[in-house]
């Protein structure tokens, strides 16, 4: 076994990428993830660099200054040692080709821009424990031919006129047994022989004398202990003077450990280590089979390509051996449901197609669809039985597949092509709401190319002040007043218009600009809020989203420090909103930033809560301020009693802990009674305001004010004058 991994050294991962962001998040990524991490910008360096210290696997981007991505991959694939490290090459979303080239120049795997951080780091570990094994077997092959170079082979002879045999004792080892006690002869040899072998190997006896050059035979004999060996056959004729075979020599070389290595070797090769079924490799061949038969046939294809919804939290809940043993059983579940759905359709084809792509990812192929409705009820049953609760090492879990469906020969003719528009309605599944399939539309290829542009545009919007900052005030119930406004990022660029943060934060978060997008919001509303205190305005305080992103970097507590310092603004005006779902991902370590970030001063506030997996009685750990209930329970609150008792529960639960609540979405006077009525804290929507810029916002504010003071005041809700 690799030395680095007895000793217990962290596998080593370069990253080879031009650009600094990538380079920045793989770094923050993979070191967080257990990796030690070097990194280059351009691909001599990185060929110097795997030179002089090999690492264990490679992440090299496609397009760079100087040697590109191809060239450095071949280079490294030239050098013998290099021939199996694991290289995984970056390439972008749409280029078919540039992937087809990667393979072609030695990649082990691709992964495209914009990259999913947390999917990749287990496929690194996927190929690093392959890399592993591969590298054990290859040296247990060596070991084994080493040893049957110097190994004595048993032999045998028999003589044609008396039919009397000879064997030698190294052949009555291998047969188990000693000279004494048995005789040379052909028919005691044919008793050792497997019974589904007898046959082939008597006929390929009595034909021996007949040719005039080596036959060889493999076959199994099962020894008086029971025990099965696979053993190799060589044989030739003798002849006399006139040309007549006179006897007939042989050779018998046991080569069932041989057999068994080559087995493991095509395992490795063709199967996924943990759940033993069809990996990328294996998969690509069968489909390109299934593809020319569906070609020949004019029948269709479906391949149906999900991953596990919020997989990584198991992960880092329950550990990763939980988290395999749950892949585990997930592809159990898979096998049972695809051999169930053939046996109920009896006239599709039954060689469908399971694979692991790697991480949390599956992919199946359904032959011989004869509609649309035969996928769906495929895909109705998978979410059902994949959803349905694990019970693994006395741990009760629950995940569930996100699937994106695409069609051959309507979503294309050619395996990367299906690939890639599954993938898009996969992507578009679980963007919608997880726990669902989605099959490829043309409109997903545009919303693809959209997000590429959006990716694009953004990377010098920052450079060109193109972000700017609304602000929605908040208004206390009990109070009667505004107490604060929430800091709001808007983007509008001359080639895209106005872009909807719903599009571009999840592509920041992607690609790693919502750190730099992040900290300029943070600074620019502290100067707001600054300068509104200076000039006596109405709002006390300002309340800034926070990604995760940002939140679980190490410099984030210094970051807001200097946001503070540089504007002067006093901490207790400065709130934070927080994701619920941020403080499931890493407990010990939320709680520690969030005791700093109190400790200095600074309110917290969780944002969209009820949407995460936290509960109220986990925020006990927590020095959280206030709850902001999602406007999704507020929006229907006085026609949906569900909504309405989650909401009065929260309000309840968190008012018996000291814990304020926000009410977000508040858009009627209806909504705004019924919260006053349930004693919610405070509330936050358009029946007060619209989330407007500062000049706005300073310019409207005396209509704002006549507004709450009209609210509060009036008896008759239909004589209300609402802003427009």
């Known amino acids: ?246 006897s007939i020599n042989g050779i018998v070389q046991d080569v069932t450990d041989q057999r068994l290595v080559e087995k493991k070797v095509h395992q490795l090769a063709y199967f996924d280590t943990l759940t033993r079924l069809p990996n990328r490799v294996l998969f690509h061949d069968q489909l390109t089979l299934t593809m020319e038969h569906a070609r020949k046939n004019n029948t269709r294809l479906a391949l149906l390509y999900f991953d596990l919804d919020d997989f990584k939290r198991v992960n880092d809940s329950f550990g990763h051996a939980v988290g395999d043993k749950l892949l585990c059983e997930v592809g159990n579940r898979l096998v049972d449901t695809l051999n169930a759905s053939d046996s109920v359709h009896e006239h599709r084809i039954t060689n469908d197609i399971i694979a692991r792509m790697g991480g949390d990812e599956f992919i199946i192929v359904l032959n011989s669809i ?130 909807s943060p719903a599009e571009f934060i999840s592509v920041a978060e992607d690609n790693g600009l919502i750190i730099a997008i992040g900290e300029w919001v943070l600074r620019k509303s502290c100067h707001q809020a600054k300068a509104w205190q200076d000039a006596d305005f109405p709002v006390s305080q300002i309340a800034v989203n926070i990604s995760v992103h940002q939140f679980m970097r190490s410099d984030f507590i210094d970051t807001v420090r200097r946001a503070l310092y540089d504007s002067q603004l006093p901490a207790d005006r400065l709130e934070l909103e927080i994701t619920e779902s941020l403080l499931a991902s890493d407990t010990n370590r939320a709680v520690d930033t969030l005791n700093e970030l109190h400790e200095l001063g600074v309110k917290l506030s969780i944002d969209d809560f009820g949407t995460g997996y936290s509960s109220l009685s986990q925020l006990k750990n927590f020095p959280i301020d206030r709850l902001k209930i999602d406007q999704s329970f507020i929006r229907n609150i006085t026609e949906n009693p569900h909504d309405a008792d989650i909401t009065k529960a929260i309000i309840a639960m968190a008012e018996s802990m000291n814990i304020h609540v926000l009410a977000e979405g508040v858009e009627t006077v209806d909504i705004f009674q019924f919260l006053r009525s349930c004693g919610c804290d ?43």
């Open 1 to 246: 076994m690799n030395n680095k991994m007895l000793a217990g050294t962290k596998p080593k991962v370069i990253i080879v990428d031009d650009d600094d962001t990538t380079r920045m998040m793989a770094m923050g990524f993979l070191s967080q993830a257990g990796f030690t991490v070097a990194e280059a910008n351009e691909g001599s360096s990185a060929l110097r660099m795997v030179l002089a210290d090999p690492p264990d696997l490679i992440i090299l981007d496609v397009e760079m200054p100087g040697m590109d991505g191809f060239e450095v991959c071949t280079a490294l694939r030239d050098y013998p040692k290099f021939a199996h490290i694991p290289i995984l090459m970056l390439t972008g979303l749409e280029n078919d080709e540039y992937i087809e080239k990667a393979f072609v120049a030695g990649a082990t795997d691709f992964a495209s821009k914009p990259i999913n951080w947390s999917l990749l780091c287990h496929r690194l570990r996927y190929m690093h424990r392959t890399s592993l094994a591969a590298e054990q077997l290859v040296k247990e092959q060596t070991k084994l031919a080493v040893a049957q170079r110097i190994a004595q082979m048993g032999s045998w002879s028999i003589n044609i006129g008396t039919s009397k045999g000879e064997w030698s004792n190294q052949l009555y080892r291998i047969l188990g047994f000693k000279p004494a006690e048995t005789d040379s002869t052909i028919e005691n040899f044919l008793q050792l022989v497997h019974h589904h072998d007898r046959d082939r190997v008597e006929n390929w006896l009595l034909n021996v004398d007949k040719l005039v050059e080596v036959s060889s035979i493999e076959h199994r004999i099962i020894l008086n202990d029971g025990k099965v060996k696979t053993v190799r056959q060589q044989a030739e004729p003798e002849l006399d003077s006139v040309g007549r075979t006179i």
């Open 370 to 499: 004869q509609s649309c409705s035969d996928i769906e009820r495929i895909a109705e049953r998978i979410i059902e039985v994949v959803s349905a609760p694990y019970e693994v090492d006395g741990f009760e879990l629950f995940s569930s597949p996100s699937i994106g469906i695409a069609c051959f020969p309507k979503d294309g003719e050619e395996i990367e092509t299906l690939l890639k528009n599954a993938d898009l309605a996969m992507y578009e599944a679980k963007r919608t709401g997880k726990s669902m399939y989605m099959l490829h539309t043309d409109a997903m290829a545009e919303k693809a190319l959209r997000r590429s542009n959006i990716d694009i545009q953004m990377r010098s919007a920052l450079d060109n002040d193109e972000f700017s900052v609304n602000y929605q005030v908040q208004v206390d119930l009990e109070n009667k007043q505004i107490f604060s406004a929430e800091a709001l990022v808007r983007w509008k660029n001359d080639k895209l218009g106005f872009v």
């Open 682 to 724: 405070e509330i936050q929507g358009y029946l007060i305001s619209k989330p407007v810029s500062a000049i706005e916002l300073e310019q409207n504010m005396p209509s704002v004010q006549a507004l709450l003071e009209e609210l509060f005041l009036s008896e008759n809700s239909d004589k209300l004058r609402l802003a427009g």
